[in-house]
């Protein structure tokens, strides 16, 4: 299992790194630093936005290993959720955007408000996690339901970390 998940996060991490989208984004020569802002959100919204639907429903179905019935309740259930986390996403990327459009000339009220506007959406994505968790766990077992939390937050950790890694510290 441990293999397994290594692998999957691997790849999901190479999926991320090799984005055609963002290689271009990364590779596109920049000359000022509101150039270089620019391309460095895009790349932000291209690892938030990117298609990572068939990387995330690969890893998860080789980890889960469902049965043909535990298949037919998990799916639609997980739809749901994938809707309702890319609005967290949006959220999130606004904030990106704003951050970045105020980076230069960010004053202590804009500050605070982006920290607490992440802070919120961290908030709102873990409330998210726990109610879905919940309805995971009506329709698979709680084991079943545990091992896709765990999966779905290392998936999450390992794309927070691009993230937060492509990110300026405040100054």
């Known amino acids: 299992m441990i293999r397994t998940l290594l692998k999957a996060a691997t790849a999901l991490t190479l999926a991320v790194c090799l984005s055609p989208r963002l290689v271009v984004a990364q590779a596109t020569r920049v000359t000022t630093p509101d150039d270089t802002r620019e391309a460095n959100l895009r790349a932000y919204v291209e690892l938030l936005r990117s298609d990572l639907r068939s990387q995330r429903t690969a890893i998860i179905t080789e980890l889960m290993q469902f049965t043909e019935a535990d298949d037919a309740k998990f799916w639609p259930v997980y739809r749901e959720y994938e809707t309702e986390l890319a609005k967290v996403n949006d959220e999130r990327m606004a904030l990106i955007k704003e951050y970045a459009a105020n980076y230069e000339k960010l004053t202590d009220e804009v500050a605070d408000r982006l920290a607490r506007g992440a802070l919120d959406v961290e908030g709102r994505r873990h409330g998210l996690k726990a109610r879905y968790y919940d309805r995971f766990k009506s329709v698979l077992s709680a084991k079943a339901a545990a091992r ?20 300026p510290i405040v100054q």
Do not use: C, P
């Open 148 to 167: 896709f939390l765990q999966i779905e937050n290392q998936m999450l950790l390992i794309l927070d970390l691009q993230i937060a890694a492509s990110l």
